[in-house]
T-cell receptor, first 115, second 111 residues
Framework: GAVVSQHPSWVICKSGTSVKIECRSL??????MFWYRQFPKQSLMLMAT?????????EQGVEKDKFLINHASLTLSTLTVTSAHPEDSSFYIC???????????FGPGTRLTVL | QKEVEQDPGPLSVPEGAIVSLNCTYS??????FMWYRQYSRKGPELLMY????GNKEDGRFTAQVDKSSKYISLFIRDSQPSDSATYLC???????????FGTGTRLKVLA
């Protein structure tokens, strides 16, 4: 149980294009989903927190207009990187939690490369 | 001062050794303490999830939390080459449910 999937697992795009990453909780309903970014040999940095049906809360320094988050249902959240640039190349990881529980379940990550 | 500090390593040990991984944190409000294992280009995998002070054991893994010292540890017994990975500590409080991760310690177990 408690499986989180991400799609795609990797993506390469040209600079200036937009990329959408999906995060799904497969066997549970996720009250909250989190999006992290991880640069090579660095730790996971929280980008934003999203609750189903409401606007995402972004961490300081994360551009909300660049990283669009939609949490339309209890099993799906999407992260869209708009007008991607090479510096946005990173490993993006989502996680999900259920109401009343602190534990987060992590997805396998999506590797984004912007050329 | 960072909220959580972790030695990045790398740490190399021979197969069968006991491995000790540690993190310190600055805010006594943190209540939840987690250890994750992450293989290269993969998502983090939960190893231990603890609440408050004390020890928790699961197979070859033991997690220790000392809230008075703001210090958490993960011990790996009988380490195997397959344990070679990056180990991340994470801390959290109730209410925000946000996790703060350490930088991760790269471990290499030599056969």
């Amino acid at each position: 149980g408690a499986v989180v999937s991400q799609h795609p697992s990797w993506v390469i795009c040209k600079s200036g294009t937009s990329v959408k990453i999906e995060c799904r909780s497969l066997d549970f309903q996720a009250t909250t989903m989190f999006w992290y970014r991880q640069f090579p040999k660095q730790s996971l940095m929280l980008m934003a927190t999203s609750n189903e049906g409401s606007k995402a809360t972004y961490e300081q320094g994360v551009e909300k207009d660049k990283f669009l988050i939609n949490h339309a249902s209890l099993t799906l959240s999407t992260l869209t990187v708009t007008s991607a640039h090479p510096e946005d190349s990173s490993f993006y990881i989502c996680s999900a939690r259920v109401r009343g529980d602190n534990e987060q379940f992590f997805g396998p990550g999506t590797r984004l490369t912007v050329l | 001062q960072k909220e959580v500090e972790q030695d990045p390593g790398p740490l190399s040990v021979p197969e069968g050794a006991i491995v000790s991984l540690n993190c310190t944190y600055s805010n006594s409000a943190f209540q939840y303490f987690m250890w994750y294992r992450q293989y290269s280009r993969k998502g983090p995998e939960l190893l231990m999830y603890t609440y408050s002070s004390g020890n928790k054991e699961d197979g070859r893994f033991t997690a220790q939390v000392d809230k008075s010292s703001k210090y958490i540890s993960l011990f790996i017994r009988d380490s195997q080459p397959s344990d070679s990975a990056t180990y991340l500590c994470a801390i959290s409080t109730s209410g925000t449910y946000k996790y703060i991760f350490g930088t991760g310690t790269r471990l290499k177990v030599l056969a």
